[in-house]
């Protein structure tokens, strides 16, 4: 069983950044490849980013790429999103997800939310124009 506890959400304005933190339970954190995504209102949800075991190899969306940058510190079993000029479209729950499943580089990037395995409660940002 692994938890996730996403944190650093909150109302911004456009323009203005924003650092996501999401906290794992397991050592084996450096095991797992980890993504975040985000559902807005009415809206599925969707992938945002994603991250290979080892910190290589970050892959994004379209919509936030050269905005958002996301990281992982493996010592501090914690992953990132750092969300720079942000817009109001950024508004939504982000979630960040674990994927548990031995890492193969064949199958990465992993942009669906069936390909992974736990899930964190989600942080709502809001970014007002």
């Known amino acids: 069983q692994v938890q996730l506890v996403e944190s650093g959400g909150g109302l911004v304005q456009a323009g203005d950044s924003l650092r996501l933190s999401c906290a794992a339970s397991?050592?084996?954190?450096?095991?797992?490849?980890m993504g975040w995504f985000r559902q807005a209102p009415g809206k599925e949800r969707e992938f945002v980013a994603t991250?290979?075991?080892?910190?290589?190899?970050?892959f994004y969306a379209d919509s936030v790429k050269g905005r958002f940058t996301i990281s992982r510190d493996n010592d501090k079993n914690a992953a990132y999103l750092l969300l720079n000029s942000m817009k109001p479209e950024d508004t939504a729950v982000y979630y960040c997800?674990?994927?548990?499943?031995?890492?193969?580089?064949?199958?990465?990037?992993?942009?669906?939310?069936?390909?992974?395995?736990?899930w964190g409660q989600g942080t709502q940002v809001t970014v007002s124009s």
């Open positions: 997800a674990a994927r548990t499943s031995p890492y193969s580089g064949s199958y990465y990037p992993f942009v669906n939310a069936y390909d992974y395995d736990y």
């Open positions: 397991r050592r084996a954190f450096s095991n797992y490849a």
């Open positions: 991250i290979r075991p080892d910190g290589g190899n970050p």
